[in-house]
């Protein structure tokens, strides 16, 4: 099954619908505080700097952008102009988020953004990509030395033998191994990130569709 998200024009021709907020998956305001409401339980303050991967049309942004200091948030995506569409028409105040801050990025590269990031977020990123992304983005974002910690959802599956089969999840989604929306095991999530230097725990908070938190902090011990 294709990803939609890699379709050619897929984004174009949401935009021009005006669905940039229904093509990042839909319950916008519930899923918006949802992420900054873990944020804060992370310890998101004012004065930090978030990266928020994955960010479309800036769902988590619109909430974000009021709450830091100016210039302290930033954003990744596939596609930028979903993105800028978010600024447009989502953010209270735009003039408080330049839009240079808002960089494309499919690879999970993270190119031109500041040593300055101190926390990352990846909501609902994950499910819709294979575990190489994961890993990407976590031996990527190792090179930030100021970064206390990563945040990023997946779908689970109990066990192997389960995952090898479509598993519908709490909330009802179903999910796969080999197609997206993917599930992975948490042994999966412990392994990739061991191997690119953090430290993972699980969050027991509940999520919408049943996705799975997990904070990753880094190993420099």
């Avoid at 930028?80 to 600024?87: E, K, S």
């Avoid at 990023?152 to 479509?166: I, S, W």
Wanted: with cysteine; charged share 25%; hydrophobic share 45%.
């Amino acid at each position: 099954m294709t990803n939609p998200y890699e379709t050619v024009g897929f984004y174009d021709a949401a935009i021009l619908a005006g669905r940039h907020r229904e093509i990042v998956g839909g319950r916008w305001d519930e899923t918006g505080r949802v992420q900054m409401a873990v944020l804060k339980d992370a310890g998101l303050l004012p004065h930090h700097h978030l990266l928020d991967i994955g960010a479309g049309a800036l769902r988590l942004g619109c909430k974000a952008v009021p709450y830091l200091d100016p210039g302290h948030y930033w954003a990744t995506d596939a596609s930028r102009d979903i993105m800028l569409a978010g600024h447009r028409t989502e953010l209270p105040d735009p003039a408080r988020l330049d839009p240079a801050q808002l960089i494309e990025d499919a690879r999970f590269d993270f190119p031109g953004l500041p040593e300055t990031i101190t926390h990352a977020i990846a909501f609902a990123v994950f499910p819709h990509l294979t575990m190489a992304h994961l890993r990407r983005a976590l031996t990527n974002l190792s090179r930030f030395e100021r970064l206390e910690m990563f945040l990023f959802t997946v779908f689970l599956a109990p066990d192997a033998r389960t995952a090898m089969q479509p598993y519908r999840q709490p909330d009802g989604v179903v999910t796969h191994d080999t197609r997206a929306p993917y599930h992975i095991l948490a042994d999966d999530v412990d392994h990739l990130a061991r191997l690119s230097g953090w430290q993972v725990t699980r969050s027991d908070v509940m999520l919408p569709r049943g996705q799975v938190l997990f904070i990753a902090r880094p190993d420099r011990a």
